[in-house]
């Protein structure tokens, strides 16, 4: 099994330890200042020639800048924030595991998720955040 993974992005930070505004970052690029916002936000993939301008800009290596991580990840964060604790455990306890695994489902490497988690554990868990199996995860053995 592996993660169904995102692009996420370091351009906040990076730009901000150069001391740099979302419109001196645009201006350098040729881009728009909303731009660089949903670029921060992980609501828009730029081109690869936006995306080398940008490491060319912010003086960085493309993968410093851009890199993969679980969609999970963020919904179990959000889970945290959203769900009801009662309903979080008591999913926790009908499916007896340690409340430290669920949330750490996302932290951990998928030869790990195969080893640990069957598939129709990792259903449940989608089921519960309100997704498809196939919205987090890919069944490798497809």
Avoid: C, W
């Avoid at 945290?80 to 595991?97: A, C, H, M, R």
């Amino acid at each position: 099994m592996k993660f169904k993974t995102k692009i996420k992005t370091n351009i906040k930070l990076i730009r901000e330890e150069l001391k740099l505004t979302q419109q001196d970052l645009a201006d350098r690029i040729g881009v728009s200042r909303q731009t660089i916002y949903f670029l921060e936000k992980g609501k828009y993939n730029p081109s690869l020639t936006i995306s080398f301008k940008i490491a060319e800009v912010l003086d960085r290596p493309l993968n410093e800048i851009f890199y993969q991580e679980p969609v999970i990840k963020d919904e179990l964060k959000e889970m945290k924030l959203k769900k009801p604790y009662k309903e979080v455990e008591d999913f926790i306890n009908t499916q007896d595991i340690d409340h430290n695994i669920l949330f750490q489902i996302g932290d951990i490497d998928e030869k790990e998720l195969s080893r640990t988690f069957s598939k129709e554990f990792l259903e449940k868990v989608a089921i519960f955040l309100g997704y498809k199996f196939e919205d987090l995860f890919i069944d490798a053995d497809i």
